[in-house]
């Protein structure tokens, strides 16, 4: 009879993970906090991978390079950290095998990367739509080109003569979209180009040959800029992706890390275990 209940046991560990949650949201909360910390310090001393600043596009590929890479080693530390919790803390129940151990070790570790990861994200995107709604209220004339291009359009339309009660947030607003279009392979068709003169020199006062050179110099200001922000952006997804991937990989490893330590491993030396020493044979 007990030999039937020992195979029954030893079936059930078999044939499934079961999750305990505790350990999942202690390591997905922890992770999360990891993160934010880390990428607030990061942007802090200036390794923000993307920023809407005008002041940003003047940084060098090898700091975005850089921040690309901080964002790397971020996810490993976070959810590394993470992971570990979550492997440290599950309790193995019952006489299970040891390879059944680590695949729910690692398990646990994923499924807290995963959670982390949804957590953040929905954080980022309500953060975002509580920011993005006071400006679409207060600047219903804005559009995509700002705050982008907001230093061009504001260079296109300066002027010293201009009354203090003209609202000029149109024609910044048809400015804008028609200088988005710089960068394409056409680029800014003549009837646009012409257009931009004649409202630089109506809005300005400026003369036409003025408002041209104004409009030409903005024109390749803005193209710049654009490309900038481009690569930015493409910086920006091949380091989350990769960013993602590797915390995966680090979520699952610590976890199974923890899960051994949890089970009697020597801790290593930097988390506090005692070094062992070889005792000589005589």
């Known amino acids: 009879m007990d030999n039937e209940h020992g195979l029954a046991v030893s079936a059930a560990n078999r044939t499934g993970l079961r999750l305990q949650w505790s350990p999942v949201f202690a390591g997905a909360l922890t992770a999360s906090a990891l993160t934010a910390i880390l990428i607030g310090f990061g942007a802090a001393v200036g390794l923000g991978v993307s920023s809407s600043s005008p002041s940003w596009r003047d940084a060098s590929a090898a700091l975005a390079l850089l921040s690309g890479l901080y964002l790397i080693l971020q996810a490993l530390v976070s959810f590394g950290v993470g992971g570990y919790i979550a492997g440290r803390a599950q309790r193995v129940i019952g006489a299970t095998p040891a390879d059944m151990i680590e695949s729910r070790d690692g398990l646990h570790g994923l499924t807290a990367?995963?959670?982390?990861?949804?957590?953040?994200?929905?954080?980022?995107?309500?953060?975002?739509?509580?920011?993005?709604?006071?400006?679409?209220?207060?600047?219903?004339?804005?559009?995509?080109?700002?705050?982008?291009?907001?230093?061009?359009?504001?260079?296109?339309?300066?002027?010293?003569?201009?009354?203090?009660?003209?609202?000029?947030?149109?024609?910044?607003?048809?400015?804008?979209?028609?200088?988005?279009?710089?960068?394409?392979?056409?680029?800014?068709?003549?009837?646009?180009?012409?257009?931009?003169?004649?409202?630089?020199?109506?809005?300005?006062?400026?003369?036409?040959?003025?408002?041209?050179?104004?409009?030409?110099?903005?024109?390749?200001?803005?193209?710049?800029?654009?490309?900038?922000?481009r690569r930015g952006a493409v910086i920006l997804a091949f380091s989350i992706a990769a960013a993602l991937v590797f915390g995966a990989v680090a979520a699952w490893t610590a976890a199974c890390a923890g899960g051994r330590h949890r089970d009697g491993a020597t801790l290593p030396e930097w988390m506090g275990g005692r070094p062992t020493t070889a005792v000589p044979i005589v």
């Open 113 to 229: 990367w995963a959670l982390a990861v949804i957590l953040g994200a929905t954080i980022v995107a309500l953060v975002g739509m509580s920011t993005a709604r006071p400006v679409a209220q207060n600047r219903p004339s804005a559009t995509a080109a700002e705050p982008l291009l907001s230093a061009e359009l504001d260079h296109l339309y300066r002027s010293v003569r201009r009354p203090a009660n003209i609202d000029i947030g149109y024609e910044r607003a048809e400015a804008g979209r028609i200088l988005l279009t710089s960068s394409s392979h056409s680029g800014i068709s003549p009837e646009d180009h012409s257009y931009l003169i004649q409202q630089v020199a109506a809005t300005t006062g400026l003369a036409a040959a003025e408002a041209e050179k104004r409009v030409d110099n903005v024109i390749g200001d803005a193209r710049t800029a654009i490309q900038r922000s």
